[in-house]
């Protein structure tokens, strides 16, 4: 009677170890991983562009003052023509000495030359052209513009119109494979973005002479700007 209680009890062990296998089969969650990216074509709707004011006297001090008082025409040019003066900032100012060198190795003091780089958002792109054209012909030669560059101020409402499209490729991909297992398509677990900007790429403009007529302003292109969301979704196969 005990040998028989022993083997009902092993063979009870062993069918309830071969249920939980079974069981644990069966309830492994199954899923599929995909990627979809969606783009987005807009417009650029502002500019930035920078600017470097430059001075050079016999001291130190005119070179500066000299350089501040072109500075001065440049935020009041801007401003007065619609810029807002947060949107106009100091990158660096700086005074240095001059010197000329001769064959013989020898170097002299020639003056000193003072330079503030401004760095300057136009919120209204399609005002770029005459806005920069209206400060260099206030400023005139101590005034460079270094580059401009346009771009989407806000970017939130073509990433919302990208997103969607991303997720919606993606779960078609979803239903694809989904098929293509012999299963039908869950709820979506998780997903992870990244948003990529194609910016357009710097514009370089050189100073105009003062006297160059102020009737005929630059013209900055828009062209456009790609705006990219990627997601990578984790969906339930059930």
């Known amino acids: 009677m005990k040998i028989f209680r022993g083997f009902f009890l092993i063979i009870l062990t062993f069918s309830v170890l071969a249920i939980a296998l079974h069981q644990n089969q069966t309830s492994t969650?199954?899923?599929v991983n995909v990627t979809g990216t969606g783009t987005v074509t807009v417009v650029p709707d502002a500019v930035k562009f920078n600017a470097t004011i430059t001075s050079t006297q016999s001291s130190s001090a005119d070179a500066l003052s000299a350089a501040s008082a072109s500075a001065d025409t440049f935020r009041?040019?801007?401003v007065s023509a619609g810029v807002d003066s947060k949107y106009i900032q100091t990158q660096t100012l700086?005074?240095?000495?001059?010197y000329t060198y001769s064959?013989?190795?020898t170097s002299k003091l020639t003056g000193y030359a003072a330079s503030q780089q401004f760095t300057v958002v136009i919120r209204k792109g399609?005002?770029?052209g005459s806005i920069v054209s209206a400060a260099q012909n206030a400023v005139g030669n101590s005034l460079q513009v270094n580059g401009v560059?346009?771009?989407v101020f806000d970017e939130s409402s073509a990433e919302v119109t990208a997103r969607a499209e991303a997720v919606k490729l993606a779960r078609s991909k979803a239903e694809s494979y989904a098929t293509l297992a012999g299963a039908?398509?869950?709820?979506?677990?998780?997903?992870d973005e990244s948003v990529q900007n194609s910016v357009p790429q710097p514009l370089a403009m050189t100073a105009m002479s003062k006297a160059a007529s102020p009737t005929t302003p630059?013209?900055?292109?828009?062209?456009q700007q790609d705006v990219t969301v990627s997601v990578t979704t984790q969906w339930a196969l059930k």
């Open 94 to 98: 700086s005074v240095a000495p001059n």
């Open 103 to 105: 064959p013989n190795g």
């Open 126 to 128: 399609s005002d770029a």
């Open 184 to 191: 039908k398509l869950g709820k979506i677990i998780s997903i």
């Open 76 to 78: 009041k040019t801007l």
């Open 218 to 223: 630059a013209q900055i292109d828009l062209g």
């Open 149 to 151: 560059s346009p771009f």
């Open 29 to 31: 969650p199954r899923f």
